[in-house]
């Protein structure tokens, strides 16, 4: 999508489960003007009336489930019908792994919506294929996994509390490639070409966040030099992004356990990028699981 002049309003999607209502009433309490449930084919609707009665534009969001007949058919035309016309969509989809999903849907004991009278599994399969298309084209993926309603409460309002600035918003988060890779990152950087800290026995049960092991990874050969060329690299695919419309990117970097390395790799690269005049906030995934 193309990044229209005038200011775009926000749409929620995602995994049944995966945090929608947290995110929509984390949006009210910030003042925006939430619609719950509605039909792809209303957007346009809701965008004539918000500017009928002078809402602001980049407070008014709709919340869009698969329940919706032939979902993805009548979201993708709804979306190309509001940005024919001049109105921007910012695609919110919130993200979250099988075994979250089922652990949530029998805390509730509820059916997934896509059931019927087959398995829970297959209805959040079932799901995933429908969603596919639009979890390609959208502005921000949350992986809500491991998040509780507070935390998704806290991203939301990272994302959408402060003031409107122009610009790609950056989320660096570190990681462990022992525990998988975040399915929310649009770009991974690996660092397991440094030597690893937790073999120095006096830097193991400290992470990166500390100054002997953040001096111990930026003094190896290879380092620097990586975060010169990684910087000027993203400032490339920062105006890529910005220049197809995109508001958000979330750069992952990891090593092995997600606690030395990727931890002081990532927190340079926000500094460095902060100091380009990025917006950016930087978190540690798996610091502290070993």
Same mark, same amino acid.
């Not at 925006?32 to 009336?49: K, M, Q, T, Y």
């Given at each position: ?39 792809? $084919? @209303? ?26 007949? =032939? ?42 919506? @896509? ?7 297959? $209805? ?36 959408? $509390? %402060? ?18 890779? #975040?399915?929310? =990152?649009? @770009? ?16 193991? #049960? *400290? ?46 970097? %990891? ?9 002081? *790799? ?8 902060? /100091?380009?005049? *990025? /917006? ?11």
């Amino acid at each position: 999508m193309n990044q229209p002049s005038d200011p775009a309003f926000v749409l929620v999607t995602g995994m049944s489960g995966a945090g929608r209502s947290t995110a929509a009433k984390a949006l009210e309490d910030l003042g925006w003007f939430v619609i719950d449930n509605l039909p792809p $084919g @209303l957007l346009f609707s809701l965008a004539e009336e918000a500017g009928r009665v002078k809402l602001a534009a980049d407070k008014v969001a709709a919340v869009v489930d698969v329940r919706s007949l =032939a979902f993805t058919s009548d979201l993708n035309a709804a979306i190309e019908e509001l940005d024919g016309r001049g109105v921007g969509v910012r695609v919110v989809f919130l993200e979250a792994s099988d075994d979250a999903l089922v652990r949530r849907f029998e805390n509730v004991r509820r059916p997934h919506p @896509l059931q019927a009278d087959g398995r829970l599994v297959d $209805g959040i399969d079932r799901e995933r294929g429908i969603l596919r298309e639009v979890r390609a084209n959208a502005d921000l993926v949350i992986d809500t996994s491991k998040l509780n309603v507070h935390e998704l409460r806290s991203k939301i309002v990272s994302f959408f $509390g %402060g003031e409107d600035r122009p610009g790609l918003k950056v989320n660096i988060v570190s990681f462990g490639y022992k525990y998988g890779l #975040p399915v929310d =990152a649009d @770009l991974v950087v690996d660092c397991r070409f440094l030597p690893n800290p937790h073999w120095v026995p006096e830097l193991r #049960p *400290m992470s990166g966040l500390d100054g002997p092991v953040r001096e111990y990874v930026l003094g190896q050969p290879g380092a620097k030099e990586f975060l010169d060329g990684y910087e000027e690299l993203f400032g490339v695919v920062a105006a890529g992004y910005t220049r197809e419309g995109k508001s958000y990117a979330t750069l992952a970097v %990891g090593c092995t356990g997600g606690r030395h390395r990727s931890v002081a *790799m990532a927190e340079q690269l926000g500094g460095r990028l902060r /100091e380009r005049g *990025m /917006e950016v906030q930087v978190s540690h995934r798996d610091v502290g699981r070993e």
